[in-house]
Every structure is written in structure tokens, then in C-alpha cells.
């Protein structure tokens, strides 16, 4: 009895990409592409709709990253399983991605025949990682450990910086936590040293991909 097709949705907005891999995914008898789109978005919205076994998702979607996109689908409980396809290798997006839920992260330039490979292991329930980012992965495990035993910022900053995160004002944290503004402007500047970064936007956004703020 032959087995049934993998059935994948595709979403990248490139359209002369996302063509071309579904072209070479249609080239195989294995495989039934059931859907393209260009949106983080729209692929969840299909992909609740079509329930398909597996969706490469492009890193950098419009409306919704294709990180995030695994994420809510993973807090759902779909059965779909993402691969994650990017232009982008550093270690803290590969942790980022593996960590919301996707089954494997390959960058963009890999050949047919391995993105094929990938999506057939992941069909079955495996998780794939490329040799060449496997070394930066555990380093960044590594990292967020050590950070978890020595934690950068100290319990105070870090609560001020989730209050900043919620959108509050320097006098609008203070009137939470009953200290002055003064003392609140210098511990986000601690924060901002720590980070290395120069604003409170850049510093949520720093600490959200180091693992300071869930």
C-alpha cells in the first residue's frame, strides 16, 4: 500500500522563492504542497484551516515571523510541524526557533534534495539541525544557562524593565514600586549598560532575545 504524500504549506513573500520551492517540493511524489502564502498570519490561518503535516516557514514573514508563528501554533497544540527556513544563522534565533516549537531551522541557500531530506525527517517526528549551526545552538544553551546561575540584571532591574516592557512611564513605574523617578531612570540605565544598548526599546528587545523577559 503506498504511503500518503506529506502535505506542506509554504510561506515566504518572496514569490520567485517560494515558487521555486514549491516547484521542487511538486517534483516529488512524496510530497502535496496544499497551500502558499505570504504572511506569518495568513500560514497560521491555513494552517489551522488545512491542517497540513508540515509548513516551511520563512524566518522573516510579514505580520507574524515565522517564529512566532510556530510559537502560537505550538501553545495550540497543532499538529503541523514547522520548519523554519532564514537567511539568519546566529545562535540566539536557532535557539529562539527550536525553543517555539519548530522541528527544524535550515537556512535558505541548503539544496532541493536536503530541504526535501529535512521535511521528510520532521514528517516522521524528528528534529533536524544542520552539523554547521549545531556548535552555535549548544553554546547559546550554554550561555542561557550560565546566565540562569549568574543572572545579568539584578531582580529589581529586571522588574522595572518588564513594567517598561508594559508600556509604563518612568513616574509610572515609580508610583508602582513606591520609589522615586530618579531611582527608577538609574536602574534603567544600569539595564541599558548591561544590554549594551541606548533605549528602552532596544533594551526589551535585547532581553527578550537573551531569555531575560518570558
Not at 537567511?87 to 530541504?115: C, H, M, P
Amino acid at each position: 500500500m503506498t504511503a500518503a504524500p506529506v502535505r506542506i504549506l509554504i510561506a515566504d513573500d518572496h514569490p520567485v522563492y517560494r515558487e521555486g520551492v514549491a516547484r521542487v517540493l511538486a517534483q516529488r511524489p512524496e510530497f502535496e504542497v496544499v497551500g502558499e502564502v505570504d504572511d506569518g498570519r495568513a500560514a497560521v490561518d491555513e494552517i489551522r484551516r488545512l491542517e497540513p503535516d508540515v509548513a516551511v516557514l520563512d524566518l522573516r514573514l510579514p505580520g507574524l515571523d515565522g517564529v512566532s508563528a510556530a510559537a502560537v501554533l505550538e501553545r495550540e497544540g497543532s499538529p503541523t510541524k514547522v520548519v523554519i527556513l532564514s537567511a539568519f544563522e546566529d545562535s540566539a534565533t536557532v535557539y529562539r526557533a527550536i525553543a517555539s516549537g519548530a522541528r527544524a531551522y535550515l537556512q535558505k541557500v541548503v539544496s532541493g534534495e536536503t530541504l526535501c531530506r529535512t521535511i521528510v525527517a520532521v514528517a516522521r517526528g524528528e528534529t533536524v539541525i544542520p552539523p554547521a549551526l549545531q556548535g552555535p545552538l549548544a553554546s547559546e544553551i550554554r550561555a542561557r544557562r550560565e546566565r540562569a546561575d549568574d543572572p545579568l540584571l539584578t531582580k529589581r532591574e529586571l522588574e522595572i524593565l518588564r513594567l517598561a516592557a508594559d508600556g509604563l512611564s518612568a513616574p509610572e513605574i515609580a508610583d508602582r514600586l513606591f520609589v522615586s523617578v530618579t531611582t527608577v531612570k538609574t536602574h534603567l540605565q544600569h539595564v541599558y549598560a548591561k544590554l549594551e544598548v541606548s533605549d528602552r526599546t532596544a533594551a526589551v528587545a535585547q532581553a527578550l532575545r537573551r531569555g531575560l523577559l518570558t
